[in-house]
């Protein structure tokens, strides 16, 4: 099976500030990578596809980035509604895996 | 709009059954992939199950293999979770998920490519 594995599993950031969130793959997914945004008590919800992909409807300010086994997530001005957990998830073979999670917390 | 629509958790005790319902709209329900992804409490996300289009291939995550069954019925826009022998670690939130139009699952593998429609989860919870 594939592992993902987060960093960090928490930060605090302020609004406006530039926040990156990195994903790594126990293996080479190629560019098989999601990433989620998840509020309390709220269904996931799909940000980036594909590593890069920026689905419609969500803020530029959201970017994806990374191939093979390293991703990264960038915020490049975080918003009060930006505030939540992120996953990343591998699709490139069963069990699709997620990462651990990174909860992004008012500073 | 496209809804998936989640039902059927509940409190169970250990080694009993529960039966999982997920109810699709506003779009061709047999044309997708489609999977179950679960929450234990306070914690991340985990797949659990994925069927084919057709509902002919099915795949498992190892905790539960042997004792879920993911099937689908096309002509009623449902999916389902047949769970059984429930231990304590089972309790979670979950959800349904709908992947990508691209996605297939042959025999023998299952290419997905994103969730992007997921249900709002029902809770099952197993206790004695």
């Known amino acids: 099976d594939i592992q993902m594995t987060q960093s960090p599993s928490s930060l605090s950031a302020s609004v406006g500030d530039r926040v990156s969130i990195t994903c790594r793959a126990s293996?080479?997914?190629?560019?098989?990578l999601n990433w989620y945004q998840q509020k309390p008590g709220k269904a996931p919800k799909l940000l980036i596809f594909?590593?890069?992909s920026l689905r419609t409807g969500v803020p530029s300010r959201f970017s994806g980035s990374g191939s093979g086994t390293d991703f990264t997530l960038t915020v490049s001005s975080l918003q009060p509604e930006d505030f939540a957990t992120y996953y990343c998830?591998?699709?490139?073979?069963?069990?699709?895996?997620f990462g651990g999670g990174t909860k992004v917390e008012v500073k | 709009q496209v809804q998936l629509v989640d039902s059927g958790g509940g409190v169970v005790h250990p080694g009993g059954s529960l039966r999982l319902s997920c109810a699709a709209s506003?779009?061709?329900?047999?044309?997708?992939?489609m999977h179950w992804v679960r929450q234990s409490p306070g914690k991340g996300l985990e797949w659990v199950a994925a069927?084919?289009?057709?509902?002919?291939?099915?795949f498992y995550a190892d905790p539960v293999k042997g004792r879920f069954t993911i099937s689908r019925d096309n002509s009623k826009n449902m999916l389902s979770l047949q769970m059984s022998s429930l231990r304590g670690d089972d309790t979670a939130l979950y959800y349904c998920?709908?992947?990508?139009?691209?996605?297939?699952?042959?025999?023998?593998?299952?290419?997905?490519?994103?969730?992007?429609?997921w249900g709002k989860g029902t809770t099952v919870t197993v206790s004695s």
């Open positions: 998920a709908r992947d990508s139009f691209q996605a297939y699952c042959s025999s023998s593998s299952c290419r997905s490519f994103y969730f992007d429609v």
């Open positions: 594909g590593a890069s």
């Open positions: 293996q080479n997914v190629n560019s098989y």
């Open positions: 506003e779009f061709i329900f047999g044309d997708y992939v």
């Open positions: 998830q591998q699709s490139f073979s069963a069990p699709f895996t």
């Open positions: 069927i084919s289009s057709d509902g002919n291939n099915k």
